[in-house]
């Protein structure tokens, strides 16, 4: 007997699927000057690589540049590029953190993504640069 599930078809995207490459920055004109920048971007959405289902959630952009900031337009085509990426939650923290560090170099950042509740569970999950 088979899984009635293992034979759907939900066009799962790749991780090479997410566009870093969108992403630009903007000179932060206060170098020197610790100014905190949080980005909340509650729209977000991703697909569990297992089941093929859809993660919503709301991902929390905190930290304090050094000589650039992301650019808010490219930063939200960049996020909407994992709408359809099978990803786990834990990885996607850990994904976002490393692409914008690569891109402005933080003096500190932190990605919280709060997951709306799937299964009874819901999962809230952070990534920090320095580690804390």
Same mark, same amino acid.
């Given at each position: ?24 920055? !903007? ?19 991703? !697909? ?17 540049? $050094? ?9 939200? =085509? =960049? ?13 996607? !923290? ?23 509740? $799937? ?14």
């Amino acid at each position: 007997m088979t899984d009635k599930y293992e034979e759907r078809n939900f066009d799962i995207l790749e991780e090479n699927c997410i566009d870093s490459a969108v992403l630009e920055t !903007v000179e932060y004109s206060y170098p020197g000057r610790r100014t905190e920048i949080e980005i909340i971007f509650p729209e977000f959405t991703s !697909v569990c690589p297992w089941t093929g289902l859809p993660d919503f959630g709301t991902i929390t952009i905190h930290y304090v540049p $050094r000589h650039a900031c992301v650019e808010f337009k490219s930063l939200k =085509y =960049y996020l909407t590029s994992f709408r359809n990426v099978g990803i786990l939650q834990e990885h996607v !923290v850990n994904r976002i953190l490393d692409d914008l560090k690569s891109l402005i170099s933080p003096i500190t950042m932190t990605i919280t993504a709060e997951f709306n509740p $799937r299964g009874g569970m819901k999962s809230v999950l952070k990534a920090s640069y320095p580690k804390e």
